[in-house]
């Protein structure tokens, strides 16, 4: 169990027939709904009907001799599935990526070296491993060289990150912006010595410009790099260098890396567009997954016939091939006519000095389609301002009909375990703390 997850619980109701297995010797499987279903194991020490448990899970492959480990090894393959890893859910239910050896080994590996991670680093880990970011980008990046890992909590708890960099001196630190905003905000944040750390990758989210500066001036990481990828593509796709500007750093999410190929294209006619246009944002390469488990048509609208993987981001290519995101194609506001991206909205509220943390959404209306709502986290101290007094802070600073109409005060925001915003809750928050309606 874990927390209010009871795990043996939820498989008995699935499958109450393997607790039959007990009265066989190899705890066999034999149920009609699961037909290829043949052992169970439990990750603990106790006795569970029909199932293993790790101990006697070890203790049965001490019988196996070399030979029938090499026969077994031998009827394997680095293009074999391996894992599949569910989407986080930002814009809707999560969708089964089917991932191989040949996917994650390889970006793990090429991101190490990417970053100059060898085995006298050590990782922090505030990510949860059944995530591509945690478990690939970190749990496999520090296998593949020999870094050690440094384990702060059971689900993230900032104050424990912090204080496992300072105990362990870790030199390295991944994490989503949501995570780095509540450790920099830790009451105390100055108490911690955070000069060990040298590198990390902040992903997963768009990253405020006054964000990253933070994180390298305050948290001491000269070589912080912006990221990203998707779960898709096993993780990473883009990565800056530790040779690029704080400016590049904060403005673009770098290159494409080894072994990959990125461009960028028109939404409508799906051609490749000259550098400098904003369009979908897709790739190619070793890391694209093989599909979305039992779901072909989301396979095929995800993947072209030439095996480019359609991000649904939207992004610019600038001339010495840095990648910069826009927007996401789901999370674009028409507002009378006018296609608005709520990152640009999001990266000026991020500036004002009241403001913590801020999420745009678009909400319905009669007259003009759709609506700005902004979703506002107040830094501690501040008043809470009226909507009025809002929008004055931004007259004169953004285009007017980017100025968002609605303004909500929140304490937090809805998100996935792994610390991304659910925009589409947001948005039906909104609605119903606004009586709108989609009619």
Not at 86 to 115: D, E, M, Q, R
Not at 137 to 151: H, K, N, P
Not at 153 to 164: I, K, P, R
């Amino acid at each position: 169990t874990y927390k209010s997850s009871d795990y043996l619980a939820m498989i008995d109701q699935v499958c109450p027939h393997i607790k039959d297995a007990d009265s066989r010797a190899d705890r066999a499987i034999d149920a009609a709904d699961f037909p290829h279903l043949r052992q169970a194991v439990v990750i603990g020490q106790g006795s569970y009907p029909g199932m293993f448990n790790f101990t006697e899970l070890k203790e049965r492959g001490a019988g196996v001799n070399d030979s029938e480990l090499v026969a077994r090894e031998s009827l394997l393959d680095c293009d074999d599935d391996i894992n599949i890893q569910y989407t986080s859910g930002t814009t809707g239910l999560p969708k089964g990526v089917t991932l191989t050896h040949h996917n994650i080994l390889n970006n793990a590996y090429l991101v190490a070296h990417a970053l100059e991670v060898s085995e006298e680093d050590r990782v922090c880990v505030p990510l949860p491993f059944y995530h591509c970011f945690g478990m690939v980008l970190t749990s496999l990046l520090a296998l593949s060289v020999g870094a050690t890992l440094v384990l702060t909590s059971a689900t993230f708890d900032a104050e424990a990150v912090l204080t496992a960099v300072s105990e362990e001196r870790c030199t390295v630190l991944h994490g989503v912006p949501t995570m780095f905003i509540a450790e920099l905000e830790h009451p105390r944040f100055a108490e911690f010595d955070l000069s060990s750390l040298r590198t990390g990758i902040m992903a997963g989210a768009p990253c405020p410009v006054d964000l990253m500066r933070a994180v390298i001036d305050r948290m001491k990481m000269a070589d912080m790099q912006i990221g990203y990828g998707l779960t898709e593509a096993s993780p990473l796709c883009t990565l800056t260098s530790s040779l690029d500007s704080v400016e590049r750093r904060v403005a673009t999410i770098g290159k494409v890396l080894p072994h990959q190929e990125v461009k960028i294209v028109d939404v409508a006619t799906g051609r490749t567009l000259p550098r400098g246009s904003q369009g979908e944002l897709c790739v190619r390469g070793y890391h694209v997954m093989v599909r979305y488990d039992n779901r072909p048509e989301a396979t095929a609208e995800a993947i072209d016939e030439k095996r480019w993987l359609h991000t649904g981001d939207l992004g610019m290519m600038d001339e010495q091939g840095y990648v910069s995101i826009t927007g996401r194609m789901k999370d674009l506001v028409i507002r009378g006519g006018e296609n608005l991206y709520p990152r640009e909205i999001e990266e000026f509220l991020h500036g004002l000095p009241m403001i913590s943390d801020a999420y745009v959404v678009g909400v319905p209306d009669r007259k003009m389609g759709e609506e700005v709502l902004a979703f506002v986290k107040l830094r501690e101290g501040h008043a809470a301002p009226t909507m009025e007094e809002f929008r004055e802070l931004c007259r004169g600073h953004i285009a007017h009909y980017k100025i968002p109409r609605y303004w909500l005060i929140v304490d937090d925001f809805p998100m996935t375990v792994t610390g991304k915003v659910q925009k589409f809750k947001l948005r039906q928050q909104g609605m119903q703390q606004l009586g709108l309606t989609d009619d």
